[in-house]
Every structure is written in C-alpha cells, then in structure tokens.
C-alpha cells in the first residue's frame, strides 16, 4: 500500500487533532500544527553561551552550557502543552516537544560535544502514578532528531524523611521531594552529560542532580529544557 494511502488510513482510523487550535490538518507524526509550532516564543538560548539560564546556574554549579528552548509565559499555549504533559497523560507532548528542542541542539556547536543525555528522574513513587516520566518523553524526541543515547538508569530520584535527615546536614538540596543517586557511574564516566528537563524555575532540581552527576570522575555537565520561566 502506498505510504500516502496509508497515512489517510491512519488518520481516517485514528482521527488526532492539534493540541494547540484543534485543527485536523497536521501530520500523523506530530500533535501540534505548523502554525501552532511556530507561535511558541523561542528564546534562541542554545546558540549563546551567555544567556539567563547559564546566568543562573553561576556559583552554584560549574555547568559547560545551558539553556532553554522557549519562553514560558502564564495562560500561553506552552503553558497549556506543559501541563497536558504532565497532568493529563500526554507523554506525546513530550516527544514533540523535545523534537523542536532537539533541533535546535542539534544545530548549535556549542552543544556539539554532548555525549549522552539524561533525563531528570522522578522518585519511584511520582513515576507510578504519570505512568511516565516528562523529561524522558523530552529526551526521547530530542534524540530521534539529534542522534544521541538517553540513559534513563542510570539516576535514581529517592524519597527522603525528616528522620531520616541529618539536621546539621539539612542543605537546600533537601528542600526538594528527593535526592539522587547515580546507579551506574561507569556510564557517564569521561562523558560530557546533557541534563533535560521540561521546565527551569529556580533551577535548584537541577543543581542538586547536577551536583550527583558531577560527583563521577571527569564527568562534564550541561543543562536543557523546554521552557524557562521569565
Ligand atoms: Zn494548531
């Protein structure tokens, strides 16, 4: 069967509308239409060195690059997506999502040394319930277009109680839902790591687990996401 009719097949079969507008007219491989891609604020962070999410990781982690793809603003359509994601069972999101970003990576020297890609885990408990982890989706689009490996064993995101914490130790890592572990050094050893995750804030996830990866001898660290809240 011709890959054509094949396609209006699956589209008449599994009809999928746009995330963004709800029109029909897209692609069977994406969910979101050409003009609702284009209307997400990129933020061109990934071909500068110098942007404010590098800015912010300065004197709290030595990171080799870091950026994000899109601007996130309240009630837009990134917001929307962001939240089907993560609430809503739309793992797909990710994917697409990570595509876009992925790209842009995968366009830019500065990110040209990246040898694997991590996705921020979830604790045990968090992956249950999704079903899924966002940042996996994310990195798993990212590499269908930017051909490198997503290592999903190798972090470990634990639960942590007030008991079991020592008081003098209580440090801003355990502000968060967790800590981490590094399951498997040897994978990441010598290796430049890029770690992904959906949205920057405070960046604080991202530097305690960054602090983790850091801990494996001549690791280098670099850091990506969707979106970076203004
Ligand atoms: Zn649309």
Not at 132 to 143: D, H, K, R, V
């Amino acid at each position: 069967m011709p890959l054509t009719l094949l396609q209006d097949l699956r589209s008449l079969l599994f009809p999928h509308y746009c995330f963004g507008c709800g029109t029909d007219a897209l692609p069977y491989d994406t969910s979101l239409c050409a003009r609702c891609q284009l209307s997400l604020p990129e933020t061109g962070f990934f071909q500068q060195t110098d942007n404010p999410v590098a800015a912010s990781f300065i004197g709290r982690i030595p990171i080799v690059q870091a950026g994000a793809g899109y601007f996130y603003t309240k009630e837009s359509l990134l917001q929307e997506l962001l939240q089907q994601l993560k609430y809503k069972q739309q793992p797909v999101i990710g994917k697409v999502l990570g595509r876009y970003i992925g790209y842009m990576l995968a366009e830019s020297p500065l990110y040209a040394s990246i040898d694997v890609l991590l996705p921020l885990p979830l604790n045990a408990k968090k992956l249950h319930i999704r079903g899924y982890n966002q940042a996996a989706e994310i990195c798993t689009g990212i590499s269908e277009v930017w051909q490198k490996p997503v290592l999903t064993h190798v972090l470990e995101r634990t639960m942590h109680t007030e008991t079991q914490t020592n008081k003098n130790r209580l440090s801003r890592w355990q502000n968060m839902q967790g800590s981490f572990r590094v399951w498997d050094t040897a994978a990441i050893q010598g290796k430049h790591v890029l770690l992904v995750d959906d949205v920057i804030t405070t960046g604080a996830t991202l530097e305690a687990c960054g602090e983790i990866i850091l801990a494996v001898p001549d690791t280098q660290l670099s850091i990506a996401a969707v979106a970076w809240t203004i």
